[in-house]
């Protein structure tokens, strides 16, 4: 199997990332602690959580996994900070105050004495960004996170951070977290070039679309018991479930029968395989999913295949808004 470099660090990581939102919510402790040793077992080395997930029970069991199993030394650790984990008017966002205490938590949580990779969940509008990169490196040079990046920020604030970070020697972002899907290739237009010639680990984050590219939703629309939609029950889930979108996921399902795979290993196939991605980030909820995930890393994407992909979805485009949940994107889709 081929690993990547996490950006310009030259750490090495594996082409899927096992993402944990799933752990301590849908999934129990005990079935998410089969689905990390099996991820291990299959060459799996990064896993990525956040402090907000489950209400911090995703950091604990994958904190306890880890320790039951020995291999915390093995895996490249990431977790975020930003989202809302209290009732306090300092319990969330990009201050250094919340930053220090939320730091402190995770690391107890994960047991673990340091963080590899420390992410913003959110970009701040609010709060000047030297305030959040200076407590971050401050993290870093006490030991206690190897490296920082951003989740799902516009390629500008990216841009100024390198910048802000160039300006003081400050710990600069080596990663981005973007939605990246076939259904939604915006971040093609500034965000990739600008990961590219800046070194950047770009981390998709719901490659499969939510399970529309896994052929999980019907054509009619409704939305299926047990599926991602009907278990988060959120109005920007189900927006997400556009007509077009719904569409380009069947015609992926054709294409996929066609070469012996499932829909959702194809799907995952186009995005680990696409200009400057790292790795795409996978969620399974059960240990079956994470089965059909695994022989990806082994594939490589058809260079013939590339142009059926533009023609469903033109690079640059979308059919479906997975921004929707951000409030710095003003733009919708359909």
């Known amino acids: 199997m081929e690993y990547r470099s996490l950006g310009r660090t030259g750490v090495m990581v594996s082409p899927l990332c096992l993402g944990a939102m799933n752990f301590g919510g849908p999934t129990n402790e005990e079935d998410s602690f089969r689905i990390i040793n099996r991820a291990l077992e299959g060459g799996i080395n990064f896993i990525d959580t956040a402090n907000v997930y489950n209400g911090g029970e995703s950091e604990?069991?994958?904190?306890?996994a880890l320790r039951e199993n020995g291999r915390r030394q093995e895996v490249v650790l990431a977790t975020k900070v930003y989202s809302r984990v209290g009732e306090g008017p300092n319990d969330a966002g990009a201050s250094r105050y919340h930053i220090l205490k939320a730091v402190e938590d995770s690391l107890r949580r994960l047991q673990t004495d340091v963080i590899d990779l420390y992410q913003l969940h959110r970009p701040s509008l609010t709060i000047p960004v030297d305030e959040t990169l200076r407590a971050f490196?401050?993290?870093?040079?006490?030991?206690?996170?190897?490296?920082?990046?951003?989740?799902?920020?516009?390629?500008?604030?990216?841009?100024?951070?390198?910048?802000?970070?160039?300006?003081?020697?400050?710990?600069?972002?080596i990663s981005e977290q973007p939605p990246y899907n076939l259904l939604d290739r915006r971040i093609e237009n500034e965000l990739v070039p600008l990961c590219q010639k800046y070194g950047l680990a770009i981390l998709p984050w719901s490659p499969l679309a939510m399970g529309v590219l896994a052929g999980r939703y019907p054509k009619d629309g409704s939305v299926p018991e047990g599926s991602r939609v009907a278990?988060?029950?959120?109005?920007?889930?189900?927006?997400?479930?556009?007509?077009?979108?719904?569409?380009?996921?069947?015609?992926?399902?054709?294409?996929?029968?066609e070469r012996q795979m499932t829909p959702g290993q194809l799907s995952l196939l186009w995005c680990?395989?696409?200009?400057?991605?790292?790795?795409?980030?996978?969620?399974?909820?059960?240990?079956?999913?994470?089965?059909?995930?695994?022989?990806?890393?082994?594939?490589?994407?058809?260079?013939?295949?590339?142009?059926?992909?533009?023609?469903?979805?033109?690079?640059?485009?979308?059919?479906?808004?997975?921004?929707?949940?951000?409030?710095?994107?003003?733009?919708r889709v359909g």
């Open 231 to 257: 278990r988060v029950n959120w109005a920007a889930a189900r927006e997400r479930l556009s007509a077009k979108g719904l569409e380009v996921g069947w015609q992926v399902a054709e294409m996929a029968k």
């Open 137 to 173: 490196d401050d993290l870093v040079r006490s030991g206690k996170v190897r490296y920082i990046g951003a989740s799902t920020h516009p390629a500008w604030m990216v841009m100024e951070a390198l910048a802000v970070s160039e300006k003081f020697s400050l710990a600069r972002y």
């Open 272 to 331: 680990k395989d696409q200009p400057a991605i790292t790795a795409p980030i996978i969620g399974p909820r059960t240990l079956e999913h994470l089965e059909e995930f695994l022989p990806v890393m082994e594939k490589r994407l058809e260079e013939a295949d590339r142009p059926l992909f533009d023609a469903l979805v033109h690079p640059g485009n979308a059919v479906a808004d997975f921004f929707n949940s951000n409030e710095w994107m003003k733009a």
């Open 60 to 64: 604990r069991i994958v904190g306890k």
